[in-house]
């Protein structure tokens, strides 16, 4: 990622940030009058922050060297970031001040070893791939293939889940909450870029996908980051219908970029009969493969 395009989404991130606080919620006087800009102004993100005004203003325009910890921490209090914008805004000025760092992490890895699909196959009770952080599926268990027999039924291999959400439309069906999964899958992959922005296979699936897909560009543009952990999703399956099933994304240490993603259901759950019947569909298939 070229250097104006970094200090570009370090802009473009911060006036993002503070458009969408108010003054009140800020905890600053409304002295009224008509405002000039949504949200808070450079001068108000200052003055929580306890800096100048010339100061903040460098830092939103992307001039960033020299930036501390300690400035970095007094913009994420005053502009409300959470833990993972808090780790983008961190990214993105790394980035800026060392435009040839090498990355600490493949996220592009196109292959897993022999171990990790030993865990994914002793997992029988659970849906489980491994993904790299481009959000490709290099590896599955027998119920994660079920599960997910659409989105790997693809042409480009390895599959992609962001090509999935916003390209082919039975993602629509499959996702319940198509609009949340959109939005992580978006947040994940602005996450990466900030921290692999030489990552020119990131690049290219980012820049294909905001020419294939509108609603790709738009929440692109939005700025939201994301780190896909823990929580419910809920699916439409088109043999077994409705599965809302935990996840769990956990990260792999031996292998940094690579996540184990993990699929259950509580034995007494909603939609237990339903996962059930997707056990034992797969459970068919590999006795007939045997």
Known sequence: MPADTVREDIRTFLTSRRARITPKEAGLPDFGGRRQVSGLRRSEVAQLAAISVEYYTRIERGNVGGVSEDILDALARALRLDDVERAHLAALVRAANNPHRVPDRDGGISHVRPSLQQILDAMTGAAAFVRNAHLDILATNALARALYTEA???????????????????????????????????????????????????ADLIDELATCSDEFA?????????????????????????????????????????????????????????????YGSQASTRRSQG
């Open 152 to 202: 790997l039924d693809s042409d480009e291999q390895p599959p992609n889940l962001a090509r999935f959400v916003f390209r082919d439309p039975r993602a629509r069906r499959f996702y319940r909450n198509w609009e949340g999964i959109a939005h992580d899958a978006v947040g994940s992959l602005r996450t990466e870029a900030a921290r692999n922005p030489a990552d020119t296979d990131l």
């Open 218 to 278: 738009q929440r692109w543009d939005d700025h939201d980051v994301e780190y896909y952990r823990s929580g419910q999703q809920r699916f439409h399956h088109p043999d077994v219908g409705d599965l809302d099933l935990d996840y769990d994304a956990l990260e792999v240490p031996a292998d940094p970029g690579l996540t184990i993603v993990t699929y259950t259901l509580a034995a007494t759950g909603r939609h237990a009969a339903a996962f059930a019947r997707l």
